[in-house]
């Protein structure tokens, strides 16, 4: 017998997703310019749409010189909530002391 009571996720939607994403991104205070928010000039996070699923990545440490990205794959929305809220906490962590 199945533990899932009959109820399953809604199907993940990644055009929407992309726009909830970057809608939240924005909200954070960071800027788009060609698919890479950036705050201040400094590149944070990039997000592109690919197929089912969206290509995301979150850079280790803010840098003007040449951002090392940690790249990730986000198929549902729990992983973009999840991406999110990393998001949320590394640019806490970082604060101003960083740029």
Known sequence: MSDDFGFAPPPFKPDDALQRLKRELRELGLSER????????????????????LDAALVRKPSRASPQWQPRQLG????????????????????????
């Open 34 to 53: 060609e698919g890479i928010f950036e705050r201040r000039g400094v590149a944070i996070a990039r997000v592109r749409l690919d197929g089912t699923q």
């Open 76 to 99: 549902s929305s729990a992983a973009v909530r999840d991406f999110t809220a990393e998001l949320k906490k590394a640019l806490r962590d970082w604060g101003d002391r960083d740029e």
